[in-house]
C-alpha cells in the first residue's frame, strides 16, 4: 500500500464540532490500487465530554420532539442521503472495492431500512414514553394497581461498527435509536471510516436533526468505552474477540450498561434430500450459495459459510457452485465487467489466506487454488481472494470446518447421512444469524426447523411453491429480526417497531388507578411494537 502523506484527514463530529485528531492517525486504502485514500485519527479528542454532550443535549432535543416528530425526522435523513447517493457509490467504490451490486446492499439497503423506520414510527403518536400491556389489579376493591411502562433510555447509543458495511451498518442501528429518542454517536471501523463519516456530515450540513442528535469519532477511539454509564446502550458489530473485551470491560460491567453484540458465525445453507439437480430446490441453492460467496466478496455477517447437503448430492452440488465460480468476473469494480472485488484491506486478505489454510487441514479445495485472472488489477497491490469452495466429509466431527468464519468468498460443503445428522452440523455451528433450508419435503422440514431453531436468528426456507419471491439469505429486512444466539453474539437488531425495545428500559408503576392513569395519558401504546 503507497502511502501519501497528504491524504486528506476525516474530522470528528464530536460536542456540536468538527474536529480533527491530533497526529497523523492511520491511512485508508483503495484495496485496488493501495492507494492512500484518507486518514483517520481521534489522538487527543475529549471523548468523555463529547458523549456527555451528546447525552444531555441531543437526549433533550430529542425527547422534546415525540416519537412522530423523530420518526419524520428519520425520513428526512433518508432523503439527505437518497440525494448524495452517486457520491457514496464513488466512495464505496474507491474505499472498498465494491460493485455497484456491493453498493445496493450496503447504501441503498442503510437508506431502505431508514424509510422504513420512518414509516413504521409515523404513527407511534408523540407521547413522551410507551405504556405496555393493561393494568394489573393488584387489590381487592381497585385501589392500587400495575401498570408496565417503556421509557427512552436517557443515555447515548454508542454504535461500534464493523468494517463491511460503513452505510447500512450505521443506519440500521441509527434509525430505532433516533426514533426512541436517544443521540447517536459512532464509532466505524477505521479502514473504511470515510464513506460512513460522508454521510453524517451531510446529515448534519442538511440540518434535519437536531443539536446533539448525531455524533461520529473515526480511528481508534480507545478510551470511547471509559465513559459510557447505566443510561447508555452500547451496540457492537465485528469480530467475537472484539466482543469480548467489549463485554468485560471494566466501565461496562461496573455501569451494567446494555450491550448489544453481533460477531462472526457460521451461517449454513441446508439442502434436504430432496433437492437433487434438475429440482428447483437444488437450482435455487446453487444459486443462493454462489450469490452468498461473490457479493460484496463474502465479507457479509449473513454470508453461507457451511452447506449441509445429503451424501448422495454432494458430489453434483460441488459441481454445480464450481461451474458457477468458474465464470465468476474477479477484478477492478471500476470495469463493468467486474462481478466480485477485492476484500477491503490487506490485512483481511491475510487473516482469509490463513483461515483457508486452516480450513484445509481438514478439507479438500473443489476450486480456489489457482491464480485468479483478474480484470483490470494486479494481485500484489490488491486485495483479492479467489472464489473458494471446499468440502469436508468429517460432519458434525469437523472442527474447523463448524467452527472458523473465514470472512471472504469461502465456504464449506459438509455432507450429512440423514436428517438427524444434518440436525447435529447445523448445531455444531453454536449459534448463527441465518441458515437458508432448502426443501420441500414436509418430513425434513418438520424435524430439521424445530429443532435447529432455537440456535438460529432467522431460517428462509425455500421450495418450488414460494416460485423465487424468497427474498434472499443475505438479504436482512428491516421489518424482519436480525442477530442470533451464541457464537453471533446473542443480540437482537431490527424486527420493525421491536428494535426499539433496546433503546427503552421496561419498568412497572405501582400505585392508584387516579396516577397511573394520568401517566398513562403522557404515553402512547407499545402495542405497534410487537404486532
Ligand atoms: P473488529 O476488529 O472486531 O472491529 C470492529 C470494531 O470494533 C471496529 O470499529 C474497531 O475499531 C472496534 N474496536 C476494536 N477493538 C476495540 C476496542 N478494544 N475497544 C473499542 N472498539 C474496538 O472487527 P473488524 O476489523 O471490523 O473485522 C474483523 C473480523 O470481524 C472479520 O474478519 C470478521 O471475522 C468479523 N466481522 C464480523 C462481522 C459481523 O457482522 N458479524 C462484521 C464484520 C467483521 P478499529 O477499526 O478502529 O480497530
Redesign the pocket.
Known amino acids: 500500500m503507497s502511502s501519501n502523506a497528504k491524504s486528506p484527514k476525516l474530522s470528528n463530529y464530536l460536542s456540536g464540532q468538527w474536529q480533527e485528531g491530533k497526529d497523523d492517525g ?1 491511512a485508508l486504502f483503495d484495496p485496488v490500487t493501495g492507494e492512500e485514500l484518507r486518514r ?1 485519527s481521534s489522538t487527543g479528542l475529549d471523548i468523555g465530554g463529547a458523549l456527555n454532550w451528546s447525552r444531555t443535549e441531543g437526549g433533550k432535543n430529542l425527547l422534546a420532539m415525540g416519537y412522530s416528530a423523530r420518526a419524520e425526522m428519520v425520513g428526512k435523513i433518508a432523503d439527505v442521503l437518497a440525494a448524495n447517493k452517486d457520491k457514496y457509490y464513488e466512495i464505496s467504490q474507491k474505499n472498498l472495492g465494491a460493485t455497484v451490486g456491493d453498493n445496493a446492499f450496503d447504501i441503498d439497503g442503510g437508506i431502505f431500512t431508514l424509510k422504513s423506520y420512518a414509516r413504521a414510527g409515523k404513527n407511534l403518536g408523540n407521547g413522551a414514553f410507551l405504556k405496555e400491556g393493561a393494568v394489573i389489579p393488584l387489590s381487592k376493591e381497585n385501589k392500587f394497581e400495575g401498570q408496565h411502562y417503556l421509557m427512552p433510555m436517557r443515555g447515548v447509543a454508542v454504535f ?6 460503513p452505510s447500512w451498518g450505521l443506519w440500521e442501528k441509527a434509525g430505532p435509536a433516533l426514533l426512541s429518542g436517544m443521540p447517536v454517536f459512532v ?5 473504511t ?1 470515510w464513506l460512513t463519516q460522508e454521510m453524517v456530515a451531510d446529515v448534519i450540513a442538511a440540518g434535519v436533526v437536531p443539536a446533539g442528535a448525531l455524533s461520529i469519532v473515526c ?4 478510551d ?2 471509559d465513559h459510557v454509564n447505566e443510561n447508555d446502550v452500547v451496540s ?8 469480548r ?2 463485554k468485560s ?1 471494566p466501565a461496562v460491567i461496573a455501569n451494567a450498561v446494555r450491550v448489544n453484540i ?4 457460521v451461517n449454513a445453507a441446508i439442502l434436504g434430500p430432496d433437492a437433487t439437480p434438475g429440482t428447483p430446490e437444488f437450482d435455487f441453492a446453487v444459486k443462493e450459495i454462489v450469490r452468498e460467496m461473490t457479493v460484496k466478496a463474502g ?3 449473513t454470508a453461507i459459510r457451511r452447506i449441509i447437503v445429503s451424501k448422495q448430492n454432494a458430489d453434483a452440488l460441488g459441481q454445480a457452485i464450481v461451474a458457477k465460480l468458474s465464470t465468476t468476473k474477479v477484478g477492478n469494480p471500476r470495469n463493468e465487467a467486474t462481478r466480485m472485488g477485492p476484500l477491503v484491506s490487506k ?2 486478505q491475510q ?1 482469509a489466506i490463513e483461515g483457508i489454510a486452516l480450513l484445509k487441514t481438514e478439507c479438500q479445495v473443489l476450486i480456489g487454488d489457482t491464480p485468479l485472472n483478474l480484470i483490470d488489477a494486479t494481485a500484489d497491490q490488491a486485495c483479492f481472494i479467489a472464489p473458494t469452495l471446499l468440502r469436508c466429509d468429517l460432519g458434525v466431527k469437523a472442527k474447523v470446518a463448524n467452527d472458523v ?1 473465514v ?1 471472504g468468498p469461502v465456504a464449506t460443503i459438509i455432507p450429512y447421512e440423514n436428517t438427524a445428522d444434518a440436525i447435529a452440523i447445523a448445531r455444531r455451528g453454536r449459534g448463527s ?1 441465518v441458515a437458508s433450508v432448502f426443501s420441500g419435503d414436509e418430513n425434513f422440514c418438520q424435524e430439521l426447523i424445530p429443532n435447529i431453531a432455537d440456535l438460529h436468528g432467522r431460517i428462509m426456507v425455500v421450495d418450488a411453491k414460494v416460485e423465487g419471491q424468497q427474498t434472499g439469505h443475505g438479504n436482512v429486512m428491516p421489518n424482519c429480526l436480525h442477530g442470533g444466539p451464541g457464537k ?2 446473542g443480540g437482537e437488531e431490527l424486527g420493525g417497531l421491536r428494535a426499539l425495545t433496546l433503546y427503552h428500559r421496561r419498568m412497572v408503576v405501582q400505585a392508584g388507578p387516579h396516577r397511573t392513569s394520568a401517566l398513562s395519558s403522557l404515553a402512547n401504546d407499545a402495542a405497534p411494537l410487537f404486532n
Open positions: 492511520v483517520a461500534i461498527n464493523a468494517f463491511n458495511f464509532k466505524p471501523a477505521t479502514p471510516a480511528g481508534g477511539a480507545r470511547l468505552l457492537f458489530t465485528g469480530s467475537a474477540d472484539t466482543a473485551t467489549i470491560h453481533e460477531a462472526d458465525s465479507q457479509k455477517c490485512a483481511q487473516s468464519e470472512f444469524l453471533a453474539g
